[in-house]
């Protein structure tokens, strides 16, 4: 391959996180005369050959994830609705190696593939679920879509999915069922992204699974909808850990505050197959022995200057202000949540680009001051950065800024905001992973007693 073609190859690579100004910039920044944009939009059209030089080349390279120096590992995974690899990276750290991952949105594409090493021989990238599940297509026959995702996706030891919470329908049951359904899941599930997760492990049977969501997962279209997933997973051949537990005690329910500076409350459901026999003495009860030892708050997670705009305009504080007065009157609890060094905050949502009245950092607002005073003008809260985003979900620790963020402010918001707590499921998997090694045993016995 002549030098060209393996710049144009890096080009092509690195363009799949930043875009093409991003890298004119950078590499303007450090070379004299490196490329503009709009030479390197020529190259992509074809109108000239990339000619980097060898140290600009060494530079694009090291916007890529770097291939990890220990390439060893003890068990596969794979990462469905992978968001931006909140998930991912506790299982990485306990010596796993993803094989597959999907996700759709384009922006969480490029922050996943800005920070994760795939290996090319044995990694695949997939988008849109649905087109390996071929769950659109509802003439296509259960065996049909099971092979073809047992084609599609590797085999692997455990399937991680955060999918969205959505309701069921069973309405057209009976055209289903005309079809030659053998499965009670490919009817009650149908139409949902849950029905996509539930269709791969149909197909690959993975020895365990982690399942995400939000906690009003149990309560949604009045518990039915929480019913019918464990219904399913019952279906498919799985026990899950803790499932008869309930309450404000359930171990299913974790909260996010006990690792970071946030309450953040998610449904973790970990399945074990049944015929595995390898699920005594697993609770997700025991996270709490894996707690930190010092609690963070808020003030360990902040940078000391940020800029300016991140502050509130003078007019969109004084709208969020007098809405909390407004509906404090009225008896509800609508308002801003303003927070100080010493707390914990509300849960970061993916619409805090909005106005990020759920987290607002106190700049010295003074409530027993006039609001126009000029002292409470001056000192107006600001909203988190995106680093301190990352920081407060957990995926840089206290004063780091390791995480990469290679796309605009609005949706790096709504992609943290829509992720999970890195830490919580770093623990999750730390209690997972003697059950992980325990099933690779047993599934190795079983396979030397088939052949």
């Given amino acids: 391959m002549q030098a060209h073609d393996e710049d144009l190859k890096l080009l092509k690579k690195v363009l799949e996180i930043y875009d093409q100004k991003f890298i004119a910039t950078y590499l303007h920044e450090k070379f004299d005369k490196s490329p503009t944009r709009e030479t390197i939009n020529r190259w992509l059209n074809g109108k000239g050959n990339p000619e980097f030089s060898h140290a600009e080349y060494l530079h694009l390279e090291c916007l890529l994830p770097q291939r990890p120096g220990n390439s060893a590992h003890e068990f596969d995974f794979v990462d469905l ?86 309701p069921f329908s069973i309405a ?55 019913k019918v997933i464990l219904d399913a997973l019952q ?80 007019k969109l504080w004084e709208y969020l202000f007098n809405y909390s007065i407004k509906h404090k009157a009225k008896g509800n609890g609508f308002g801003y949540g303003l927070v100080k060094a010493t707390d914990v905050t509300r849960t970061l949502s993916a619409r805090y680009y909005k106005d990020g009245s759920e987290i607002l950092v106190d700049r010295g607002f003074d409530p027993k001051k006039d609001f126009s005073h000029k002292l409470n003008l001056k000192n107006r809260p600001r909203r988190l950065t995106p680093k301190e ?33 890195v830490p919580v499921f770093s623990a999750v998997a730390k209690l997972m992973k003697p059950k992980i090694l325990e099933a690779k045993k047993v599934m190795k016995r079983k396979a030397k007693l088939a052949a």
């Fill in 389 to 421: 985003c990352a920081r407060l979900m957990g995926y840089d620790g206290p004063g780091e800024s390791k995480f990469r963020i290679p796309v605009s402010d609005m949706q790096a918001y709504k992609q943290f905001g829509n992720s999970v707590v």
């Fill in 81 to 166: 609705f992978a968001g931006i690899g909140g998930i991912r990276r506790g299982f990485e750290d306990i010596g796993g190696r993803c094989v597959f991952t999907s996700e759709w949105n384009t922006y969480a594409v490029r922050t996943y593939k800005a920070n994760y090493y795939c290996d090319p021989d044995n990694h695949t990238f997939n988008e849109d679920i649905r087109s390996v599940t071929l769950s659109g297509q509802p003439d296509i026959s259960e065996n049909d879509a099971y092979r073809h995702i047992d084609n599609i996706i590797p085999d692997h030891d455990v399937l991680l999915a955060g999918f969205p919470c959505q």
């Fill in 235 to 314: 279906e498919l051949g799985y026990w899950v850990a803790d499932v008869d537990s309930a309450g404000p005690d359930d171990p299913k329910i974790i909260d996010g505050q006990h690792f970071v500076p946030q309450h953040r409350e998610r449904i973790v459901l970990v399945g074990f197959r049944k015929d595995l026999n390898i699920h005594n003495g697993f609770s997700l009860k025991e996270i709490t022995k894996l707690y930190p030892k010092k609690k963070l708050f808020l003030g360990d997670i902040l940078d000391s200057k940020v800029d300016d705009k991140y502050i509130l305009t003078p």
């Fill in 172 to 226: 057209g049951v009976s055209k289903k069922n005309s079809l030659g359904r053998k499965h009670g899941f490919e009817c009650e599930t149908q139409g949902t992204l849950f029905y996509d997760v539930a269709r791969i492990i149909a197909a690959k049977q993975p020895p365990m699974f982690l399942l995400e969501n939000v906690k009003n997962l149990k309560s949604h279209d009045k518990g039915k909808t929480f």
